[in-house]
């Protein structure tokens, strides 16, 4: 009996098919060098050492060149007690950041120690990138380390999740389980022993008796059919609404100079 590789086929198809889907979701961006070591790093509160500022403003500019973004980091004592997310937007308006251009792409991390109070936002095509919900879960994901005072900690994740997700095209949920490298690795082992099973089957031949083999089709045939409706049963439940909300968010919003931007907030 030949050997058909359709099935063989199929599957390798299938897989190029998984691979192009992922690629398609995922955008990532060439890098970029850096023509300068920019100050992203503005501790004004006090929290790091020199050496900390050293070693987190190279981080910065490294990973922000990768995605032609300032990644900033802003902490103050805020003795004038003003809010924190209008603190963040008079930087930019003020400091006018930018990757390649004053009030370009920039993500900012704003730590207010008097209220205990941060604001992460997006000004430029990053408002787009790192969106208030991308922003929520950056926020979410360091805080625990702002609680406990671990900040070099705290900011250099903010500095490397900032950089992930924004290779991500907007709207694509970074989070997924079909970009973290364990799925796709155990995906290609599954897809591997698949088509490592159907060589091994396909080489011990096929079956090509079956039962239309003994049929005799001008005798074969459904001898009586019968449907009988007894009742149809209709339920309604309600749908409980959602009443209160989780803590920290708060989403964007404009600048005094006009600068739009993505936001979160939270306590820490």
């Not at 936002?121 to 787009?128: K, L, P, R």
């Amino acid at each position: 009996m030949r050997k058909q590789p359709k099935a063989l086929l199929v599957l390798v198809m299938f897989a190029i098919g998984l691979i192009a889907l992922v690629m398609m979701l995922v955008l990532p961006k060439a890098a970029a060098a850096a023509t300068e070591t920019k100050k992203l790093i503005y501790d004004q509160a006090h929290l790091l050492s020199e050496q900390e500022q050293v070693e987190l403003n190279a981080l910065a500019n490294k990973y922000g060149a990768d995605r032609e973004t300032d990644i900033i980091i802003l902490t103050s004592d805020n003795t004038e007690n003003r809010d924190v997310q209008l603190m963040t937007e008079d930087f930019y308006d003020n400091q006018a950041p930018g990757y390649d251009k004053p009030h370009g792409n920039a993500v900012i991390l704003t730590m207010d120690m008097n209220n205990r109070q941060v604001y992460l936002a997006g000004f430029g095509q990053t408002e787009i990138e790192l969106d208030s919900g991308r922003l929520d879960k950056i926020r979410n994901a360091i805080s625990p380390d702002l609680t406990q005072g671990d900040y070099v900690q705290a900011f250099t994740s903010y500095i490397k999740i900032s950089h992930r997700y924004m290779s991500f095209k907007p709207g694509v949920n970074p989070d997924n389980i079909l970009f973290t490298i364990w799925f796709q690795l155990g995906a290609a082992l599954v897809i591997g022993g698949i088509v490592v099973s159907v060589m091994v089957y396909r080489s011990g031949g096929r079956i090509t008796v079956t039962r239309a083999t003994y049929e005799d089709a001008s005798t074969s045939g459904v001898l009586e059919h019968a449907d009988q409706f007894i009742r149809t049963t209709v339920t309604k439940s309600r749908i409980p609404k959602n009443k209160g909300r989780g803590s920290g968010g708060g989403g964007g919003g404009t600048s005094s100079g006009g600068h739009s931007h993505s936001g979160s907030r939270g306590s820490f």
